[in-house]
């Protein structure tokens, strides 16, 4: 088990360019959540996916943001049209998709964005 | 709607001093409640979840929680606190949905430890 992972770490860009995150998740976690955190803030729910299937996504996340899991691993979060509010760390969270609700979510490191 | 308050931005303790960090939600059905504890730059580790059962939780690091249902209550406690504590800790409720669990955060709180 080496966690999740996310890449890359830090990401600077300019604004009005487009980036794209990566999400490894936990293996055999079959559940994925995308979360972002502000400064002075705790993480916002941004979306989540079963398996290949995107099952819920937040306000939060306008027509800028598209999130995939093409095959149900890993998964891709690209911001469009980067605007300065969109500087955060963004979280990936992965968990083992156990019925119910009652189960943990295991975060990775997270990737901090810095639009200029 | 479901909402966290962690009422204390900053927290200051000397080494060695007890810690109590103070949690309360809103939510309407029963709760799962998490806390996570975040060093800089870092994501967030699980320190201890609530899901049922003995309201007593332990955790890692030597921390434990208590659930209060009668005060909408989860606050973490640390006998004796150690340099390396010094984090930011977050509290947050589960939100069932579509089989799922999306998290509620609280604002966090940050911990300063004095040697």
């Known amino acids: 088990d080496t966690g999740v992972s996310q890449d890359p770490r830090h990401k600077i860009t300019k604004r009005g360019q487009n980036v794209t995150f990566r999400c490894d998740p936990i293996?055999?976690?079959?559940?994925l959540y995308w979360y972002r955190q502000t400064l002075g803030q705790g993480p916002e729910f941004l979306t989540y996916?079963?398996?290949?299937?995107?099952?819920?996504k937040s306000r939060l996340l306008s027509d800028r943001f598209s999130a995939e899991r093409p095959k149900g691993s890993f998964s891709t979060l690209e911001i469009q049209r980067t605007e300065q509010g969109d500087s955060a760390m963004y979280l990936c969270?992965?968990?083992?998709?156990?019925?119910?609700?009652?189960?943990?979510?295991?975060f990775g490191p997270g990737t901090r964005l810095l639009v200029l | 709607a479901q909402s966290v308050t962690q009422p204390d931005i900053h927290i200051t303790v000397s080494e060695g001093a007890s810690l109590e960090l103070r949690c309360n939600y809103s939510y309407g059905a029963t709760p799962y409640l998490f806390w996570y504890v975040q060093s800089p730059g870092q994501g967030l580790q699980l320190l201890l979840k609530y899901f049922s059962g003995d309201t007593l939780v332990q955790g890692i690091k030597g921390f434990e929680a208590e659930f209060k249902r009668s005060q909408s209550s989860f606050n973490l406690r640390k006998p004796s606190v150690h340099w390396s504590d010094a984090a930011e800790y977050f509290c947050a409720v589960a939100i069932v949905t579509g089989g799922g669990n999306k998290l509620t955060f609280g604002t966090g709180t940050q911990l300063k430890v004095e040697l």
């Open positions: 969270a992965s968990s083992p998709g156990l019925a119910g609700g009652s189960e943990t979510q295991y």
């Open positions: 996916f079963q398996n290949e299937a995107q099952l819920e």
């Open positions: 293996s055999e976690h079959n559940r």
